[in-house]
Nanobody, 125 residues
Framework: QVQLVESGGGLVQAGDSLRLSCSAS????????MAWFRQAPGKERELLGA????????AYEDSAKGRFTISRDTAKNMGYLQMNSLKPEDTAVYYCAADTYGYGLYSTEDAYDSWGQGTQVTVSS
């Protein structure tokens, strides 16, 4: 079992940058991929992208390309989501999730079996 805890959310202004962190504990050796999702009020949860835990290879959804960067530090058991040029429409609860079954980097939400509690990001205009 893997436990995930996000941190780094908060209230920022449009155009600012923010880095979210995801601390993993437990059976971290079983992580194949770590992904970041977000859920805005009244909307479905949205995949932003993912990173392979051992190789660091990344994949992004179109909504995240260009402004968001996903990375990980396996020595620290940490995942990161760097967000630049934030917009009010980026306001959401952001979640990290881990795939411990190896469904692949381009998997959908159903592939992720461990989830953090989420961290709120609010971008003011």
């Amino acid at each position: 079992q893997v436990q995930l805890v996000e941190s780094g959310g908060g209230l920022v202004q449009a155009g600012d940058s923010l880095r979210l962190s995801c601390s993993a504990s437990g059976r971290t050796s079983s992580i194949f991929n770590m992904a970041w999702f977000r859920q805005a009020p009244g909307k479905e949860r949205e995949l932003l992208g993912a990173v392979t835990w051992t190789g660091g290879r990344t994949a992004y959804e179109d909504s995240a390309k260009g402004r968001f960067t996903i990375s990980r530090d396996t020595a620290k058991n940490m995942g990161y989501l760097q967000m630049n040029s934030l917009k009010p429409e980026d306001t959401a609860v952001y979640y990290c999730a881990a795939d411990t079954y190896g469904y692949g980097l381009y998997s959908t939400e159903d592939a992720y079996d461990s989830w953090g509690q989420g961290t709120q990001v609010t971008v003011s205009s």
